[in-house]
T-cell receptor, first 111, second 113 residues
Framework: RKEVEQDPGPFNVPEGATVAFNCTYS??????FFWYRQDCRKEPKLLMS???SGNEDGRFTAQLNRASQYISLLIRDSKLSDSATYLC????????????FGAGTRLAVHP | DADVTQTPRNRITKTGKRIMLECSQT?????MYWYRQDPGLGLRLIYY???????NKGEISDGYSVSRQAQAKFSLSLESAIPNQTALYFC????????????FGPGTRLTVL
């Protein structure tokens, strides 16, 4: 089993749609969680951290369910510019900055 | 100017050649990392360094070596390149004692023929 698993997609949605991605992780002791965004052939960039209480940043909402070991990302009112690959990222050990990356979920937003 | 730079950005080489990929950063971070990315796989950690005198193997270090020449510079070498090392390589940095956020360079696309 992979340490971090994501549905590869692609998710093809129209502008304005709401779309949700899930991610599961295998190490129950994992300490911190993130969503990174990666545009085609570009470097990954931090989108948002994921906190136990859930957190929101504009149109983006991240949730963590430690009991079920999954993380979600909800994007509301999708824009064309949201088209990218979204990487679920987990720090399994805390404090050592060693991150485990999922393979990513590709999102394509169309007019 | 970019905070994390990588050279070269693209490289095509032949099996058996020695290749060096270079990474420089102006963020003042102690920690630096080398990853490779293959289609359908997540980024995989090759080597990481928490300071100039600290080098650690990652998940897939076989066939690679690194050098941390200074706080700001971390280079990755392929001593004898082979075709399955064809991939997109990323350098990243992070602060020690800070958040887990890693900042990535623009990547080097390496093709080994």
């Amino acid at each position: 089993r992979k340490e971090v698993e994501q549905d590869p997609g692609p998710f093809n949605v129209p502008e304005g749609a709401t779309v949700a991605f899930n991610c599961t992780y295998s190490n129950s002791a994992s300490q911190s969680f993130f969503w990174y965004r990666q545009d085609c052939r570009k470097e990954p960039k931090l989108l948002m951290s994921v906190y136990s209480s859930g957190n929101e940043d504009g149109r983006f909402t991240a949730q963590l369910n430690r009991a079920s070991q999954y993380i979600s990302l909800l994007i509301r009112d999708s824009k064309l510019s949201d088209s990218a690959t979204y990487l679920c990222v987990v720090n399994p050990s805390g404090g050592y900055n060693k991150l485990i990356f999922g393979a990513g979920t590709r999102l394509a937003v169309h007019p | 100017d970019a905070d994390v730079t990588q050279t070269p950005r693209n490289r095509i080489t032949k099996t058996g050649k020695r290749i060096m990929l270079e990474c420089s950063q102006t963020k003042g971070h102690d920690r630096m990392y080398w990853y490779r990315q293959d289609p359908g796989l997540g980024l995989r950690l090759i080597y990481y360094s928490f300071d100039v005198k600290d080098i650690n193997k990652g998940e897939i270090s076989d066939g690679y070596s690194v050098s941390r020449q200074a706080q700001a510079k971390f280079s990755l070498s392929l001593e004898s390149a082979i075709p399955n090392q064809t991939a997109l390589y990323f350098c990243a940095t992070s602060e020690s004692g800070g958040t887990d956020t890693q900042y990535f360079g623009p990547g080097t696309r390496l093709t080994v023929l």
